[in-house]
T-cell receptor, first 115, second 110 residues
Framework: NAGVTQTPKFQVLKTGQSMTLQCAQD?????MYWYRQDPGMGLRLIYY???????DKGEVPNGYNVSRLNKREFSLRLESAAPSQTSVYFC??????????????FGPGTRLTVL | EDQVTQSPEALRLQEGESSSLNCSYT??????LFWYRQDPGKGPEFLFT???AGEEKEKERLKATLTKKESFLHITAPKPEDSATYLC???????????FGAGTRLFVKA
């Protein structure tokens, strides 16, 4: 099993450009998440999808959109990139069963720089 | 508001010098507390889940403990390969959002 995979690994954009970050998991997990990680700060939740067909905003959703394409895939789109979106982006997935804790498993990350 | 604070921000140890990392949390009913390890340029790797005060879990040189307000990650006789950032996170009852601390960067020198 590959676990959680992300593409691309690195990306440089100019202000105003758009791009989509791709994420896929092969663990048959129900839930998927997008986080960003900035120096000195914890992982911050951008959007999540509790199950196929649903998405919801996290802590820092402004400037982003998501699509849960199917159970395996969850993409993150930047419509008009800004320098403040320079960060490392992580996708995670979890099985999410009611009543129990929900351990998240992370991908390797996408390092995005917006000039 | 749910919150996680980790200390110290960075810790430098000599090989074999045991120490502890602290994770203080406030949450409206703890569902679970997680520890992750993150190597430079990689995603977080799951280590432990703790559910209730008094619980302990061990893995190789690492032992995680939990009280009602904080968790400790004890590192016994660390080796250079234990160098990494260790992240603490909590989940509250009634939801599944996970709140992460900023992490402790551990450096172990041979």
């Amino acid at each position: 099993n590959a676990g959680v995979t992300q593409t691309p690994k690195f990306q440089v954009l100019k202000t105003g450009q758009s791009m989509t970050l791709q994420c896929a998991q092969d663990m048959n997990h129900n839930s998927m998440y997008w986080y960003r990680q900035d120096p000195g700060m914890g992982l911050r939740l951008i959007y999540y999808s509790a199950s196929e067909g649903t998405t919801d905003k996290g802590e820092v959703p402004n400037g982003y959109n998501v699509s849960r394409l199917n159970k395996r895939e969850f993409s993150l789109r930047l419509e008009s990139a800004a320098p403040s979106q320079t960060s490392v982006y992580f996708c995670a997935s979890s099985i999410l069963q009611g009543g129990s804790t929900d351990t998240q498993y992370f991908g390797p990350g996408t390092r995005l720089t917006v000039l | 508001e749910d919150q996680v604070t980790q200390s110290p921000e960075a810790l430098r140890l000599q090989e074999g010098e045991s120490s502890s990392l602290n994770c203080s949390y406030t949450v409206s009913g703890l569902r679970g507390l997680f520890w992750y390890r993150q190597d430079p340029g990689k995603g977080p790797e799951f280590l432990f889940t703790l559910y209730s005060a008094g619980e302990e879990k061990e893995k190789e040189r690492l032992k995680a403990t939990l009280t009602k307000k904080e968790s400790f990650l004890h590192i016994t006789a660390p080796k250079p390969e234990d160098s990494a950032t260790y992240l603490c996170a909590v989940q509250a009852r009634g939801g599944f959002k996970t709140i992460f601390g900023a992490g402790t960067r551990l450096f172990v020198k041979a």
